[in-house]
């Protein structure tokens, strides 16, 4: 399976947002990651959909939008509008979450749904039909920059293993944390989606970030995984 390279905006320069996104994409990015805040859920407050609008005007990459929100069913049909792709809700709030699920895919957007650090993938239970995409929180969520949680590569591995045996294709996301130094390692454990915000848009040139990640998933990849 490709693996794919989706820079969080988070990171980027909001006073020059349009072409911070053309920069990445540029440089080799597959996806847009963009993070949604609601100071509930998580303590910061981001973006809303005007910004999931305004980057699919700049952009032709999938927009790779994560609600970390409390009621993220309230705000489906905004997000779904505005030009999502992929659209993520946490496991943690969602009441219902095989119906929240449902309704994004019939709505025309793929499905994905994110853990936090501490949340068991059992959570997962029953409803991986449903899904295209699980995100592995390797950070507590809320801020950027944050240093990777070790125990969280267990979990990676656990889970493609788990996705392995599902009748469907369903993406392996993992979001904290991930920079040049450990990138290939979670290629190894089995991650198909890489979410770095401050490794792509904190260093100087992105072009060159972007390729020294995909060598070392090139060349993790070249070595069986070993438990």
Not at 32 to 58: C, E, L, R, S, Y
Not at 73 to 83: N, P, R, S, V
Not at 107 to 114: D, E, T
Request: some cysteine; aromatic content about 4%.
């Amino acid at each position: 399976m490709e693996k794919l390279i989706s820079p969080s905006i988070l990171s980027a320069d909001f006073t020059q947002l349009g072409r911070e996104i053309q920069a990445v994409e540029k440089a080799g990015a597959d996806w847009i990651h963009i993070d949604v805040m609601d100071g509930h859920f998580v303590p910061p407050i981001t973006v809303g959909p005007m910004i999931v609008k305004a980057a699919k005007k700049v952009t032709s990459l999938p927009l790779d939008v994560h609600l970390m929100v409390e009621t993220p069913d309230q705000h489906l049909d905004a997000f779904i509008e505005a030009g999502s792709h992929y659209l993520t809700v946490h496991a943690e709030v969602c009441r219902h979450l095989q119906r929240t699920l449902t309704y994004i895919r019939q709505n025309g957007c793929k499905a994905g749904v994110s853990l936090n650090p501490s949340t068991p993938l059992s959570s997962l239970n029953h409803i991986l039909q449903d899904v295209d995409m699980v995100l592995i929180m390797s950070v507590n969520p809320g801020y950027g920059g944050q240093e990777f949680i070790p125990h969280t590569l267990h979990k990676i591995r656990d889970l493609h293993r788990i996705l392995s045996s599902s009748d469907h294709t369903i993406l392996l996301e993992v979001d904290g944390g991930v920079k040049i130094d450990n990138i290939g390692e979670l290629a190894r454990a089995g991650a198909d989606v890489f979410v770095a915000g401050s490794a792509i848009f904190g260093s100087k040139d992105y072009a060159k970030t972007i390729s020294l990640m995909r060598g070392e998933i090139g060349s993790a990849l070249k070595n069986p995984l070993i438990d």
